[in-house]
C-alpha cells in the first residue's frame, strides 16, 4: 500500500476487513516522520498473530516499507 501519506486511514478504515481476512500487508512508512512510529504502533496493536518486519530500498529515508505477515503463513 503506497497512497502517499494516506496509509494510516486506509489501515483504519479496514480494521475490521484485515481483522477477519489476515491478509499479507506492504505498507509504506516513508511519507512523514510519524508514519514510521504511528503505522507499526497501530498494527501492533490491533492485529494478533502477526509478524512485522522493514524492508528499506533507498538511501535515505525514501522507500520504507513495513510488511505484516500473519503468523500461520510463517
Known amino acids: 500500500m503506497d497512497i502517499e501519506g494516506s ?3 486506509a489501515l483504519k ?3 475490521k476487513t484485515i481483522q477477519q481476512d489476515r491478509p ?3 505498507v ?3 511519507h512523514s516522520n510519524d508514519d514510521f512510529v504511528d503505522i507499526p504502533l497501530f498494527l501492533h496493536e490491533n492485529l494478533k498473530d502477526y509478524t512485522f518486519r522493514l524492508g ?3 538511501f535515505d529515508l525514501c ?3 513495513l510488511y505484516a505477515i500473519p503468523n500461520e503463513l510463517l
Do not use: K
Open 28 to 30: 509504506s512508512i516513508y
Open 56 to 58: 528499506h530500498y533507498s
Open 24 to 26: 499479507q500487508l506492504a
Open 7 to 9: 496509509e494510516l486511514p
Open 63 to 65: 522507500e520504507t516499507v
Open 13 to 15: 478504515g479496514g480494521l
